[in-house]
């Protein structure tokens, strides 16, 4: 039957290249979906019926199909039967005809889907498809290997049906996959393979077991694709569903062939003749999956060794990076080195073994003595420089899972001597793990060994290849807690060294040299105060004229070093340059920053600093500063799919999933706090600019996306409160301001406080209520008396009341640890010293905590609206406020 003219007419311009045809055609889908599902059907199955017809047409036929089937387009339920038996009959019949391969495997994935639309299980399976399984196991069993592949493929996607019903009813289909793994086609062999790793990753252990007698014929059948170049497609997607399997089931190949599979994958890493490096990946990505499935059998005295071989294979493959290390110099100022991917592959795989051992409490009496068992037996055994170079990045991976300080000591002992190797690249490498070492353990390594690494950065810092050079300048950065008693003695050469090599034409030079200048000029404190005015005239230069797009990066960091100089300084030094600093800076924030714009965090943060010094100086800057700011407030949710590779931050609000990027709510959490900041610096003369930040700060007062975010505006708002109490108190604006301002934030958090469920007692729903109990009494304390009006404190005392009764208390929670505590004078480095104090041991809230909250919110109101409070209606019946 030929296959009618309209719809092949709708089908071209899917695979044609006009837009604009495209788009008709979808909007023609879509009506004749809706409209008339039953005759488009049809004529999609005549499409795919019809020998003459393109294979572009069929293939695309085919797909709409599928689409007919799942998604938002779906129509099957809509479809007649007789339909749909057409529609069940042509794609089993095009799965073993159709001449094209893409419209065979396309076919084969429209039977899955129509599998999984009627069925939940085998039985009903059985009941709304009875041909499916029975063709699909003759034709396995009879037909040709193009044919039998197809049914295999048919069969993995549809093991979560019907794959512990079919190994349960006796040994026919173990005995159809090793008929199929003892077949001459690799095709078949592979779909075999691929069918009992996809039942190994979706069923029960007890239901997959009889799988392991056809692990031998697996391997086998591995082994045979790794020597035959043509078959490296087959082996690659062998090896994924293998990764697959081990990575759900472990246990299983434990069991069933581990012994012999581990040394034919790592011989199959070690082989460099694949025409497709991702092969080679593959295995090595199978390899991983088992050390991780067996990380503790694998740190056991027994199992050591197979940790030593995937140690060793990982330092191998990173020794295949760049000999010419005159190329390798001149791409000082890329961003990414250009060695193969392996190497990557395998630092970052040392990263996941270490992080491993490290969540299973092994990391330092198992994984890091071999480690060093084998980076020592590399040394001893070759003097290459690639050794030594993979040697101390492996050290790097690696440093930051280690806990106990003496191990570190000994990464320290193993990496200094290298930073004097003969080769650029082994310095280079070298100082990257130190500075790696000193970022990962401060304050540890800046406290007890600034003594010891600082003689070898200024040596570094003047070795003749200027990679070398910055990474011994990064390395000084790391060390931030260092004591001017250790940087003294070195400070004169130091800085001599750091402002000379600022002054470079290398642009990652400076950016590491800024780095460095402000570390040091905050960690030696009054000792920087001879060098302030020979560096600032350099920072200022280097902000006024890095305007290339290529040295954002570069006049950011100048600007972030000039605010932390400022802020070590004190403001009678800093003024005029700080002035002069914001006067450049301004044209920036004006014209605004790019979304992926990776300096916008930074500059910010240094305009913060700058305010902070600056204080009521900073305000004319504002003007030019908010905008920037308020626009990385006005990020919105919007709907999201989690299928996407991006980290996604997302929640359910009226049936749909909204959410943000993590690192723009991040981002958003940050501008809160430096506007906070802004507020503090500037005090009451921030009061001009309230209007506006009030309009922003509302609407994430209830953010449903981002609990920090919600909890860093209701803090940022208590800034504003206070801001607009102190400018009523010195009477710049009228009283009125602050019971606007308060009364804003006041309905957003009462009116979310109402909504606490009486059922509903779950830490985050308790959390949620006591942040917002929090918060308020803040406001209202900030406040200050004589702002709220009679009914408002009447109405928050009946909230307050209602919310008592509701937040029920059982002796498990009355405990006396629940108790909120005294703030410590003592605050943890990298704490924040605003988190709520009357939190549970264990960081989340308690009904006690929360009735704890609530009743600060009485209490202040209490101490501000005295008389207001004594009216009210405040004592509840059954004794809620005992």
Partial sequence: ????????????????????????????????TKGAPNQLVRELLAVLAADEA??????????????????????WKELEPDTRQAFKDQVLLSLTKDPSLPVRRNAGSVVSSIAHSVA????????????????????????????????????????????????????????????????????????????????????????AAPLGALMPQIILAIKAFAVASEHEDILKETLESLISAADEEPEFFKENGLQDLWPLLLEMCKADHWADPNVRHSAMEAVMSFFEGFCEDFCKTEGLGFTEQLLLLNIQWMLEVDADVGNWTSKADEDEDDDDDIVDIGEENLDRMAQHCAEKDRLEDAFMPTLFKVMRALLASSNDWKHARACAIAVAQVVEYIEEEAWVDQCL?????????????????????????????????????????LPLIMNGLDDPNIRVACNAASALSSMEDMDPDDLEPHMEGLMTKLVTKLQSDTRSMQEACLAAIAVVGEAAAELFQPYYGHVMPLLKSLIANSNAETQRTLRGKAFEC?????????????????????QIMVRYFQAG??????????????????????????????????????????????????EDDEEVTHTLVDGKLLGLKTATLDEMSETLTLIGSLVEALEDDYVEFLPQTCQKLLPLLDFAISEDVQDKACETYEHVVQCARAAVDKGRVEPALVGRVTGELLKKTVSMMTKFPAEDQSPGALQQLQA???????????????????????????????????????????????????????KNKGSDSDDDDSESDDGSASPQTARFALMEVAATLMEVSREEFAEAEATPKNGAVT
Avoid at 55 to 73: F, M
């Fill in 562 to 582: 000039a605010s932390l100089l400022g802020e070590g300084v004190g403001k009678d030094t800093f003024l005029a340059d700080g002035h002069e600093i914001m």
């Fill in 120 to 207: 939940e299980d085998f039985q009903e399976l059985i009941k709304e498809w009875p041909q499916l399984l029975p063709f699909l196991s003759t034709t396995v069993s009879n037909g040709q290997p193009p044919q039998v592949t197809a049914c295999i493929k048919v069969l993995c996607d549809m093991v979560e049906l019907v794959g512990e019903e079919l190994l349960s009813q006796g040994p026919n289909t173990v005995t159809m996959l090793q008929t199929c793994l003892s077949s001459a086609p690799g095709e078949v062999r592979a779909a075999a393979a691929q069918l009992v790793f996809q039942m190994v990753e979706d069923l029960e252990p007890e239901a």
């Fill in 413 to 453: 002992d193993f990496l200094t001597p290298h930073v004097g190797a003969v080769h650029p690249r082994v310095r280079h490498a070298a100082f990257q793990a130190i500075g790696q070492c000193a970022y990962d353990h401060d304050p540890y390594v800046a406290e007890n060994h600034a003594s010891t690494l």
């Fill in 54 to 75: 393109a294979t572009e047409l069929r293939q695309e036929a085919v797909v709409v199909l599928r689409q007919c089937v799942i998604g938002s387009k779906a129509c």
């Fill in 593 to 642: 920053f790019a979304p992926d714009d990776q300096t916008r965090e930074y500059i910010h943060e240094a305009a913060g600093r700058v305010a902070s010094v600056l204080g009521k100086d900073f305000k004319p800057y504002m003007p030019a500063l908010l905008p920037s700011l308020f626009s990385v407030l006005d990020k919105t949710p919007t709907e999201v799919d989690l």
């Fill in 1 to 32: 039957m030929a296959a009618p003219a309209g719809i092949c007419e709708l089908l071209s311009a899917f695979v044609g290249s006009d837009n604009a045809a495209r788009q008709a055609a979808e909007q023609k889908l879509a009506e004749a």
């Fill in 772 to 826: 917002q109990a929090t918060a308020t009494s803040a406001v209202i304390r900030k406040a200050g008396p004589k702002v709220m009006a009679k009914q408002d404190v009447a109405d928050l005392v009946k909230v307050l009341v209602d919310l008592l009764m509701r937040v029920k208390v059982d002796q498990e929670s009355l405990q006396p640890e629940l108790a909120p505590k005294k703030k410590t004078q003592t």
